[in-house]
């Protein structure tokens, strides 16, 4: 009997990570969009982070990248599953095969690689000899909306998409603690380009913001082309010295606007 995956079931596969993929984007992104630029357009104005709306022709460009990206991401997870089938990988169904702890604990450890995954591999797309190949697309956006979050060229969107394979082949995972990690991901992703700062105005004076990033330091980073590389976290751009110098001033103006 042939346990080889057909050309069919290798197209539904495709078919149903792509509807997956795009259903989970359209929907935050989506909530994101109608929350800021339509419903509360202008009752949050005063916390939109560039003071203008990106106009209709980005965000068709956002919304056309962010469907190749679903694309690449698809081709990428349909690979990953094909090669785990051939040669094995961490994902387990049972809980009892680690434990609750586990569980929690490996969510967290995704979110950690992820980050210094994601601010390595950024700094280097701006290397000038690598941008226009794999960055530029995302720095069309540079009043970006919620669409931008997966407006990526080809190329940045597999290297984007490869934590998927990493996490698979090295991190014993739980597939609900992935879903979890997942959600995660998109809901930071999203907000960090929604273009408004939601956070609190002490929120810089604690440890937790010089810890955690927000939604101006991306912000600051599309406008500016430079500096501010991290996602969930701000501590790589704090050891490395390549946060924005006016990022903290930045973040002030924007959250004691009247």
Do not use: C
Not at 124 to 151: D, G, I, K
Request: aromatic letters at 20%; hydrophobic letters at 45%; a positive charge.
């Amino acid at each position: 009997m042939n346990s080889k995956p057909n050309l069919p079931n290798l197209t539904q596969m495709f078919i149903g990570i792509a509807v997956e993929q795009w259903l989970r984007y359209a929907l935050f992104a989506g909530i994101a969009w109608l929350l800021a630029y339509v419903f509360f357009k202008k009752r949050w104005w005063r916390r939109k982070i560039i003071q203008r709306y990106p106009g209709a022709a980005d965000v068709w460009r956002e919304l056309k990248w962010s469907l190749l990206t679903v694309v690449i991401y698809s081709l990428v997870g349909t690979s990953t599953i094909l090669i785990s089938k051939a040669i094995g990988q961490k994902f387990y169904w049972k809980i009892g095969s680690h434990s609750w702890l586990w569980f929690f604990s490996s969510i967290v450890i995704a979110i950690f690689i992820h980050d210094a995954y994601f601010y390595w591999t950024h700094r280097l797309m701006h290397h000038r000899r690598l941008f226009r190949w794999f960055h530029r697309v995302h720095h069309q956006s540079t009043n970006p909306s919620p669409w931008a979050a997966y407006s990526f060229a080809p190329l940045e969107a597999a290297v984007q998409a490869a934590i998927f394979p990493l996490l698979v082949f090295t991190l014993p995972m739980h597939p609900f603690a992935f879903l979890i990690f997942m959600i995660w991901q998109i809901t930071f992703n999203v907000l960090g380009h929604m273009g408004y700062e939601y956070h609190p105005h002490w929120l810089m004076k604690t440890w937790i913001g010089k810890f955690i990033n927000t939604p101006t330091n991306h912000v600051q980073h599309h406008e500016k082309m430079r500096g501010n590389y991290g996602l969930y976290f701000n501590y790589w751009d704090r050891l490395m010295g390549t946060n924005h110098p006016d990022y903290e001033a930045r973040f002030n103006e924007v959250t004691t606007r009247s």
